[in-house]
């Protein structure tokens, strides 16, 4: 509870007697406005404010039609509207007086109003609180001199009842603030969802996109998508990305997708480094909202293909082989017969040892690391080398041979 403002008042002497009091119940609408019995000076002062319940208004249009946030928001009309509906509701709690049912809600109303009005929340409650200022201010002009200092003990139950109205007019307007959020959020959602599902051709859906996300239409994006099993660290790292980054999550097709705008000259680095231990694929970059759609295609190809056992995330670059094995379907297994079918006839573990030397020679390309990976001499790399050729035909060592073999095994895997 605030202590009353002084507004103009005498300082509020110790209590003392005053005024003989009427016996009137405070209606109070859920337990919380002013309570106890009303003195007869408040009585008749509230029941005199209503029958000239214009006055009020027009003084309290005239202090707060020009607040910041009101001038362009709130219309004069509205103003006093709104006003006429307030008063009645803090004289009646003022003094006593019976209260209409339709009052009971007057204060919802009016912040869940100006939340929609866009009116900041700051500037609502100065604008409620000036209720008070309107309110004492007829007050003190109304009682003769003599009954001042009277009056000034009952300032709390004023305070009080613009309390009441207050409290839940801020808690209409939050109420009204997170409904507006999900609406925002359901339509933000609906659309992304309409610009994932298209070709990215229909510009107006892009500048729809583009508005809501509050970017500009030829920024840059990266796009990420995180298996079910992901999803929970997909959205840590977005909630604790840094200030200023703009990221939308959706969840389409039964996978979270991940749409951010990259920094304008600063870290463009792919993937970003916020996502580091987040197992999910990331696809080129976007230039460009129209062009998301098709990274998304992209990024869902690289999720189908990633290692369930992956750590971070996976890249077109990291994962192109595996991408491309599932593209070729069944002429997967062709390629892979037509490389490594010589191997055929090998025992199984000579086999093996073949396809294991010839994989770590193609990592890296050099003999030795070979062998000390291997922990073998290096003319055993060379001779296992040399029999994979005659087996197969192909030398792992001449660059463009070792990319077929590499592919091949890849599809070789695939298949298995």
């Known amino acids: 509870m605030h202590n009353p403002p002084s507004v103009g008042a005498p300082a509020v002497p110790a209590p003392a007697s005053g005024s003989a009091p009427v016996s009137?119940?405070?209606?109070?609408?859920?337990?919380?406005?002013?309570?106890?019995?009303?003195?007869?000076?408040?009585?008749?002062?509230?029941?005199?404010c209503l029958d000239h319940l214009e006055e009020l208004i027009e003084r309290y249009v005239a202090e707060v039609a020009d607040f910041e946030g009101y001038r362009s928001t709130v219309d004069t009309e509205d103003l006093r509207a709104t006003a006429r509906d307030c008063f009645e509701l803090l004289l009646r709690l003022i003094g006593g007086l019976p209260m209409r049912e339709d009052l009971r809600g007057v204060s919802d109303?009016?912040?869940?109003?100006?939340?929609?009005?866009?009116?900041?929340?700051?500037?609502?409650?100065?604008?409620?609180?000036?209720?008070?200022?309107?309110?004492?201010?007829?007050?003190?002009?109304?009682?003769?001199?003599?009954e001042l200092s009277e009056l000034t003990r009952e300032a709390v139950r004023v305070w009080d009842a613009v309390e009441f109205h207050t409290v839940r007019a801020h808690a209409g307007y939050l109420d009204e603030?997170?409904?507006?959020?999900?609406?925002?959020?359901?339509?933000?959602?609906?659309?992304?969802?309409?610009?994932?599902s298209s070709d990215g051709r229909d510009q107006q859906l892009v500048a729809q996109v583009a508005t809501l996300l509050r970017v500009s239409a030829q920024d840059d994006f990266?796009?990420?998508?995180?298996?079910?099993?992901?999803?929970?660290?997909?959205?840590?790292?977005?909630?604790?990305?840094?200030?200023?980054?703009?990221?939308?999550?959706?969840?389409?097709?039964?996978?979270?997708?991940?749409?951010?705008?990259?920094?304008?000259?600063?870290?463009?680095?792919?993937?970003?480094?916020?996502?580091?231990?987040?197992?999910?694929?990331?696809?080129?970059?976007?230039?460009?909202?129209?062009?998301?759609?098709?990274?998304?295609?992209?990024?869902?190809?690289?999720a189908v293909a990633m290692d369930p056992a992956a750590d971070g995330p996976v890249t077109l670059t990291d994962a192109w082989m595996?991408?491309?094995?599932?593209?070729?379907?069944?002429?997967?297994?062709?390629?892979?017969?037509?490389?490594l079918s010589g191997l055929d006839p090998l025992p199984p573990h000579e086999r093996e040892r073949l396809l294991e030397t010839v994989t770590v020679y193609c990592d890296s390309g050099s003999v030795a690391e070979t062998a000390a990976a291997l922990y073998c001499h290096r003319?055993?790399?060379?001779?296992?080398?040399?029999?994979?050729?005659?087996?197969?035909?192909?030398?792992?060592?001449?660059?463009?041979?070792?990319?077929?073999?590499l592919f091949a095994l890849c599809c070789r895997t695939a298949a298995d």
């Open 222 to 302: 990266v796009v990420a998508i995180a298996p079910p099993a992901s999803q929970d660290a997909m959205r840590r790292a977005v909630a604790a990305r840094p200030a200023g980054l703009v990221a939308h999550l959706q969840q389409h097709q039964g996978v979270l997708v991940l749409v951010a705008r990259l920094p304008r000259g600063g870290d463009r680095a792919l993937p970003p480094a916020w996502l580091e231990g987040v197992p999910c694929a990331v696809g080129p970059p976007a230039r460009g909202l129209a062009r998301v759609p098709g990274v998304v295609r992209a990024a869902e190809a690289i």
């Open 177 to 196: 603030v997170a409904v507006l959020a999900r609406e925002r959020e359901r339509e933000r959602a609906a659309l992304m969802g309409r610009l994932l």
């Open 379 to 405: 003319n055993t790399v060379l001779n296992r080398l040399r029999r994979f050729t005659e087996l197969t035909g192909f030398d792992p060592t001449r660059p463009r041979e070792a990319a077929t073999v």
């Open 24 to 48: 009137v119940p405070s209606p109070v609408l859920s337990g919380d406005g002013p309570g106890g019995v009303v003195s007869e000076r408040l009585h008749r002062l509230a029941h005199d």
């Open 322 to 339: 595996p991408v491309a094995t599932a593209g070729l379907g069944p002429i997967a297994d062709m390629l892979a017969d037509s490389v």
């Open 109 to 146: 109303r009016l912040g869940r109003r100006r939340a929609h009005q866009g009116v900041p929340l700051e500037r609502m409650l100065q604008a409620v609180r000036m209720d008070f200022r309107v309110l004492w201010t007829v007050f003190l002009e109304r009682v003769p001199p003599e």
